[in-house]
């Protein structure tokens, strides 16, 4: 199941992202360190009740963010849509004893599906360049790979935006 997340599952949510991040290092995966994510971006989340988690037995074994908002990093990019209404994915996170099980997918139809029910043209994320299974799952979505982002505190390798536009 897949719901709005609550206070009280802050930290786990922060457990696991920070064991993402220990998995993606030891693979050799620069792409999260302990200055992304962190608890600020997902209280701000859930403020703004755009964080959601997905659970196993009541247990939270995932996140995903579904924002309305544009973060300013994408304002030089060149979308394939006009901006408009869409949803931008950040923070997709999935513990690692449960990945490779099919919970990333569930993850993100559940966003591309709530996108679709709210009247949105478009999704829009973007992935780190130095984890190439990320990208193959997304462009084997629909995605279609643009021009590179930088952030800095994450990386020196770019991170690319990526849009899925519906009919």
């Known amino acids: 199941m897949i719901r709005l997340?609550?206070?009280?599952?802050?930290?786990?949510?922060?457990?696991?992202?920070?064991?993402?991040a220990h998995k993606m290092i030891s693979e050799n995966i620069f792409q999260w360190n302990e200055h992304y994510p962190n608890v600020d971006a997902f209280m701000?989340?859930?403020?703004?009740?755009?964080?959601?988690v997905l659970?196993?037995?009541?247990?939270?074994?995932?996140?995903?963010?579904?924002?309305?908002?544009?973060?300013?990093?994408?304002?030089?990019?060149?979308?394939?849509?006009?901006?408009?209404?869409?949803y931008y994915i950040h923070r997709l996170a999935v513990d690692p004893s449960f990945q490779h099980q099919g919970n990333a997918k569930?993850?993100?139809?559940?966003?591309e599906d709530y996108a679709i029910k709210n009247g949105a043209t478009s999704v829009r994320l973007d992935t780190f360049s130095g984890?190439?299974?990320?990208?193959?799952?997304?462009?084997?979505?629909?995605y279609s790979k643009l021009a590179p982002v930088f952030?800095?505190?994450?990386?020196?390798?770019?991170?690319?935006c990526y849009e899925r536009v519906f009919d």
């Open 5 to 20: 997340a609550k206070l009280s599952e802050i930290e786990q949510i922060m457990a696991i992202t920070r064991a993402c």
């Open 44 to 52: 701000e989340d859930l403020e703004r009740e755009e964080l959601f």
């Open 55 to 86: 659970l196993n037995k009541e247990r939270v074994i995932g996140s995903i963010t579904i924002s309305s908002r544009k973060d300013v990093e994408y304002e030089a990019i060149d979308w394939l849509t006009e901006d408009g209404h869409q």
């Open 106 to 111: 569930k993850l993100m139809d559940f966003a």
């Open 131 to 142: 984890n190439p299974r990320n990208e193959r799952f997304y462009e084997a979505r629909g």
């Open 151 to 160: 952030f800095p505190k994450q990386s020196d390798l770019p991170f690319y």
